[in-house]
């Protein structure tokens, strides 16, 4: 009997740690892109509504100033990545909550709909791997449609788009099915995501950091070559070379252009640090 | 005849008893198995896809734990051909297939070594051809494939297919290409001329390629196909490693 794996196919995508791994990628995709992305932005209409909502511990303090401009994402985000990467279950079902508290108070808040959505992905991933398909196809499908809602709600927001754009892609690199109708209409979101997300911060991309940049650029390499552009894809690659010299992420995409065909490109995130 | 009565009680509670043969003895004393089994060997689609329509005849006149189990095996063997030739379409029907079989015979059996194996074995399958399959499936195939070492520490395959997870997994995750190695090794301890010692030289030889240990992979690989110079798959490993190819 031959143990499970491809002989020619991606083949790092077999283990719930894995799984984790991707999922951390979407996170640290979704942390620095979007706090590189919202460095831009104007504060948050959240503020005024952020006094009175029940706010994580370490935030209340900026959160509960008269005139704070807090963004969304720095109210729930620690709490959030608590969960997704130390299994600090107590810190993601407060981070739920507090989500979950300020839509109420304000329905169209994007942001919200958007780190909503990406929990109840999360959910899903928890109830697959307790074999529980139909909980798990329920929570997919509602996460889903709470992230189109926040980016329809707030369609000119990099914050809402990377939000969206992250995880899905994170999840795609965990398992991809080109020809699977749904997979291919999910990668081709992210990918939309992505390339406004870049489109929009053209005039400040070269003063962000470099690990924004690059991982920005390879989301794009990587949606790219799961929709089997293999155009679109080197042609990201010949710009992180071009933009990133000298750096890891130059190492890698120009590995990678060696490489014929391309075949779909898993990156890993650089420099990450997970505490 | 009351010794007689009590000898055969006593027969009859040895038998009870007795641990269910392994399963490559099963496939053994099987000529159809067998068959099945040289069919993955040569990645002969058509003959499994009658292999494997026998046995969901055989599920419809009794849905027992040992035709559901034949199923599962049937369609990771399926899986092994769909791999040689190329055909993702084919290996995530066969793999879906696969789960839903190995799940029903674990229903049947929880205590079986073999289901809770074939059932993460198949899931591990599945992962890479359906969108966020890892994200779905990955932590419950890892989970499966330890309860059937658990429930059966002899349970070569079983540790293969656990290899295969360290192997792939990022270090950063506790991935590990030298617990991949250990337990292939065990594998192969455990039964040397198995069909999953086979198996296990296969993947050993991928592990030390991908270490540059190539003289290794090249002993390894040779010893896969020692031990079954039909099977496509170490034919297959066997080249690729000769031309200097990570696998």
Excluded at chain 1, 115 to 127: D, K, M, N, R, T
Excluded at chain 2, 163 to 189: D, R, V
Excluded at chain 2, 204 to 218: E, M, N, R, T
């Amino acid at each position: 009997m031959r143990p499970s794996s491809p002989r020619n196919l991606m083949n790092s995508t077999r283990t719930g740690r894995t799984a984790v791994f991707f999922c951390a990628i979407a996170g640290c995709f979704a942390a620095v892109v979007i706090g590189s992305a919202l460095a831009a932005r104007q504060p948050s209409v959240f503020a005024a509504q952020s006094q009175s909502a029940s706010v994580p511990a370490q935030q209340s303090q900026s959160a509960t100033s008269p005139n704070s401009a807090v963004r969304f994402d720095m109210l729930v985000r620690d709490d959030f990545f608590a969960g997704l990467f130390h299994g600090d279950k107590a810190r993601f079902a407060r981070a739920l909550k507090f989500t979950e508290d300020a839509l109420a108070k304000d329905p169209k808040n994007g942001d919200a709909w958007v780190w909503f959505g990406s929990a109840h992905l999360q959910l899903s991933g928890e109830a697959y791997s307790a074999g529980d398909s139909a909980k798990g196809k329920e929570l997919w499908d509602r996460g889903l449609a709470e992230m189109d809602k926040g980016v329809a709600l707030n369609p000119d927001d990099v914050g809402v788009h990377i939000g969206r754009g992250a995880p899905l892609l994170g999840i795609a690199s965990s398992g991809y099915d080109p020809n699977d109708a749904e997979s291919r209409a999910l990668v081709t979101k992210a990918v939309a995501d992505y390339e406004f997300a870049l489109a929009k911060q053209a005039p400040v991309f070269k003063t962000l950091g470099r690990h924004a940049r690059g991982e920005l650029l390879f989301g794009l390499v990587s949606g790219y070559s799961m929709l089997g552009n293999d155009a679109k894809a080197r042609e990201y690659l010949r710009r992180i070379v071009t933009e990133l010299p000298k750096s890891p992420y130059a190492t890698e995409a120009d590995s990678l252009l060696a490489k014929n065909p391309l075949g779909i490109v898993q990156h890993q995130c650089i420099g990450c640090h997970v505490d | 005849m009351r010794t007689s009565f009590f000898a055969i009680l006593g027969l009859f509670a040895l038998l009870s008893a007795a641990p269910q043969p392994a399963l490559s003895q099963c496939i053994t004393a099987d000529p159809s198995l067998a068959r099945a089994r040289a069919a993955r060997d040569s990645d002969d689609i058509s003959a499994l896809q009658t292999a494997i329509q026998d046995a969901q005849a055989k599920i419809s006149a009794s849905a027992s734990y040992e035709n559901y189990l034949r199923l599962a095996l049937l369609e990771d063997w399926m899986c092994e051909a769909a791999h040689g030739h190329d055909d993702s379409k084919l290996l995530k029907k066969a793999s879906q297939a696969g789960v839903d079989a190995a799940e029903k015979a674990a229903a049947l059996k929880p205590d079986s070594s073999d289901a809770h194996w074939l059932t993460g074995d198949l899931l591990g399958e599945l992962i890479p051809n359906v969108f966020g399959g890892g994200f779905r499936y990955g932590a419950r195939s890892s989970r499966e494939l330890d309860q059937a070492i658990q429930l059966d520490p002899r349970n070569a395959n079983a540790f293969v297919s656990r290899a295969t997870s360290y192997f792939f997994t990022p270090a950063m995750f506790g991935g590990s290409k030298e617990k991949a190695a250990e337990m292939l090794q065990k594998a192969i301890a455990l039964d040397p001329s198995s069909d999953a010692a086979d198996t296990a030289h296969i993947w050993l030889a991928q592990v030390y390629q991908s270490q540059g240990k190539h003289d290794d992979a090249v002993r390894e690989s040779a010893e896969a196909l020692r031990l079954n110079p039909q099977r496509r798959y170490a034919q297959y490993i066997s080249q690729q490693i000769a031309s200097g190819k990570k696998p």
